[in-house]
C-alpha cells in the first residue's frame, strides 16, 4: 500500500511538471520563442482569433508555468537531500556542483532561447544550503517576505511619497528583433547570450521573479518535508484550491482597478506589476491543486497519463524546445515568425508536444533518465580524483 501511494505520488509529480512544460511549450510557440510578430497579410478573421488565442493563452500559462516549475525545483531538491541524509551524507557541496552543471546547460540553452530560466534557477538555487536546516515555520516567513516582494513595496512607497518622480518606459529588449529577423546562426547564439541575457535579467529583476522564484523554491521545499503531493492530503488541496482562487479573482479585479483608477502612470505601473505577480502565484496553486484534487479519478490519470513522460525528461523537452522553436522562428532557420500568428503557431506546439511524448515514450522504454537528465546525473556522482 505503501508502495502504491508513493508511486502514485511521483507519477502526481510528472504530470504537473510535465503540465508546465507543455503549458511554456505551447506559450513560447504563441510568442514565436521571445519574438513576437502578428503578419499584417493574414485575413481579419485570422487576427481575431490570434488575438483571442493569445490573450487566453497568456492568461492560463503566462507566469503560471515557470511557478509551477519553480515549485517542483524546490519539491526534487527535498528529494534528492532527503535521500542522501537518510544514508548519512552530506549532500550540499554535490547540490552546489549540480547547480554549477545547470548553470551551463542555461548558457547553452540562452544562447538558442534568450528567455531561458535555467541559469536564474541554478543561481537562485545556491541560496537554499543556508536555510536547509532552518524550521518549517522559519522556512515559511522567509518565503511569505519573498512573496511580498519587499523591494517593491519600498520602490512603490519612495515614488508616491515623492510627486517628481515620473515614469519612464525602459524597453530592455530593444535590438534584440533585428537579430533574431536578420542574425546568422552564430549571430543570434552570441546575441543571445550578451544582450539578449542581459534584457532577461534585467525584466526578471523589475517583474520580482528573483524573489518569487526563491519563494517557490522554499514552499516546494516545504511540500517535500510536510508530504502534500501524497494521496492522504488531497482534504489539503482543496482548502488551498478554495483560497488561491479566491486570492486570484480578487487580485485579478485589483489589477484591473489599478489601472483604471489610478492615474499617476509611475505609480500604476510598479502597483500592477506587483500585484501582477501576486495573482500569478494564486493562480499557479490553483492548477497545481486541481491536479493533484482530479488525480483521484482514474479517468482523469489516463487522459493526462501523457503528460507524466514529458514531466519525466522535463529538462531534455525544455532545451529541446528551444532549438526547435529558435530553428522554426527565427531568421536564419525558417523564419515562421514572419508568416505564423497564434492560432499556426499553437498547432506548431501541439504537434512540437506530440512528437515529444513519442519521443519520451520511445526514450523511457530502454533509459531510466532522458539524455539530458542522464548527463546531468553522471556529471553530479561523479568520482572525485
Known amino acids: 500500500m505503501e508502495q502504491a501511494r508513493i508511486a502514485q505520488r511521483i507519477e502526481v509529480v510528472d504530470v504537473i511538471r510535465g503540465f508546465a512544460i507543455m503549458a511554456i511549450l505551447l506559450l513560447h510557440n504563441i510568442e514565436h520563442f521571445d519574438f513576437i510578430n502578428r503578419p499584417d497579410y493574414l485575413p481579419d478573421f485570422v487576427k481575431a482569433l490570434d488575438k483571442s488565442i493569445f490573450a487566453v493563452a497568456r492568461f492560463l500559462f503566462s507566469g503560471k508555468a515557470y511557478a509551477i516549475f519553480a515549485l517542483l525545483f524546490g519539491f526534487t531538491f527535498f528529494l534528492q537531500l532527503n535521500k542522501q541524509q537518510k544514508l548519512g551524507k552530506d549532500f550540499r557541496g554535490r547540490f552546489a556542483w549540480r547547480m554549477l552543471i545547470l548553470l551551463l546547460f542555461g548558457v547553452v540553452n540562452s544562447a538558442f532561447y534568450l528567455g531561458d530560466i535555467l541559469m536564474i534557477y541554478a543561481t537562485i538555487a545556491f541560496f537554499l544550503l543556508p536555510v536547509f536546516n532552518l524550521s518549517n515555520r522559519n522556512l515559511l516567513i522567509i518565503a511569505i517576505i519573498c512573496l511580498l516582494q519587499p523591494i517593491a513595496l519600498f520602490s512603490i512607497t519612495k515614488i508616491i511619497s515623492d510627486p517628481s518622480i515620473e515614469f519612464v518606459k525602459v524597453s530592455y529588449f530593444k535590438g ?189 522504454r530502454t533509459h531510466a533518465r532522458g539524455p539530458m537528465e542522464s548527463i546531468w546525473h553522471r556529471l553530479t556522482w561523479i568520482r572525485k580524483s
Do not use: D
Open 176 to 364: 534584440t528583433k533585428e537579430y533574431l529577423a536578420n542574425g546568422s546562426f552564430f549571430e543570434v547564439l552570441w546575441s543571445n547570450l550578451t544582450i539578449g541575457k542581459k534584457a532577461v535579467w534585467l525584466w526578471s529583476w523589475e517583474k520580482g521573479r528573483f524573489l518569487q522564484t526563491y519563494a517557490l523554491f522554499l514552499l516546494g521545499y516545504l511540500a517535500g518535508r510536510k508530504g502534500v503531493f501524497l494521496p492522504q492530503h488531497r482534504k489539503v488541496w482543496g482548502k488551498v484550491l478554495v483560497y488561491a482562487l479566491i486570492a486570484a479573482v480578487i487580485l485579478f479585479l485589483a489589477e484591473s482597478l489599478s489601472n483604471e483608477y489610478i492615474s499617476r502612470k509611475a505609480v500604476s505601473k510598479p502597483v500592477g506589476e506587483l500585484i501582477s505577480s501576486w495573482y500569478n502565484f494564486s493562480f499557479m496553486l490553483c492548477w497545481v491543486a486541481l491536479i493533484n484534487l482530479l488525480f483521484i479519478y482514474e479517468g482523469f490519470r489516463k487522459c493526462t497519463h501523457f503528460l507524466s513522460y514529458i514531466g519525466k525528461m522535463a529538462l531534455t523537452n525544455y532545451m529541446m524546445q528551444s532549438v526547435i522553436g529558435s530553428f522554426l522562428y527565427y531568421g536564419f532557420g525558417l523564419g515562421l515568425y514572419y508568416y505564423t500568428g497564434a492560432s499556426y503557431s499553437l498547432l506548431i506546439g501541439i504537434l512540437i508536444l506530440v512528437f515529444q511524448v513519442y519521443f519520451c515514450k520511445w526514450w523511457l
